[in-house]
């Protein structure tokens, strides 16, 4: 089981980014998928998640209304489109498989002026 996320960098306040977690070596398309965050010195929290065939979705209050999540089972590829980005949104962003006790690297965010 392999996560590699990309698509994170440094990015003034209000701006946007879209992360991208490319996985394999499991049956992607049967899996809820999450995208995690760690601030520094903070435990990791649950940023959203998207069941399997993507007809259900939660997000955290902190993100809900700024953050989308999706997936591409076609391509075992789930992604995070961050829009209107704040400092407190500076974090290693990671994704996880439902199940799965495996984590990828991560993608660092930074949020700064």
């Known amino acids: 089981v392999q996560f590699v996320e990309s698509g994170g960098g440094l990015v003034q306040p209000g701006g946007s980014l879209r992360l991208s977690c490319a996985a394999s070596?499991?049956?992607?398309?049967?899996?809820?998928m999450s995208w995690y965050r760690q601030a520094p010195g903070k435990e990791r929290e649950l940023v959203a998640r998207?069941?399997?065939?993507?007809?259900?979705?939660y997000y955290a209050v902190s993100v809900r209304g700024r953050f989308t999540i999706s997936r591409d089972n076609a391509k075992n590829t789930v992604y995070l489109q961050m829009t209107s980005l704040k400092s407190e949104d500076t974090a290693v962003y990671y994704c996880?498989?439902?199940?799965?006790?495996?984590w990828g690297q991560g993608t660092q965010v930074t949020v700064s002026s």
């Open positions: 998207i069941t399997s065939g993507g007809g259900s979705i």
């Open positions: 996880k498989a439902d199940g799965r006790q495996s």
């Open positions: 070596g499991f049956g992607f398309s049967s899996y809820a």
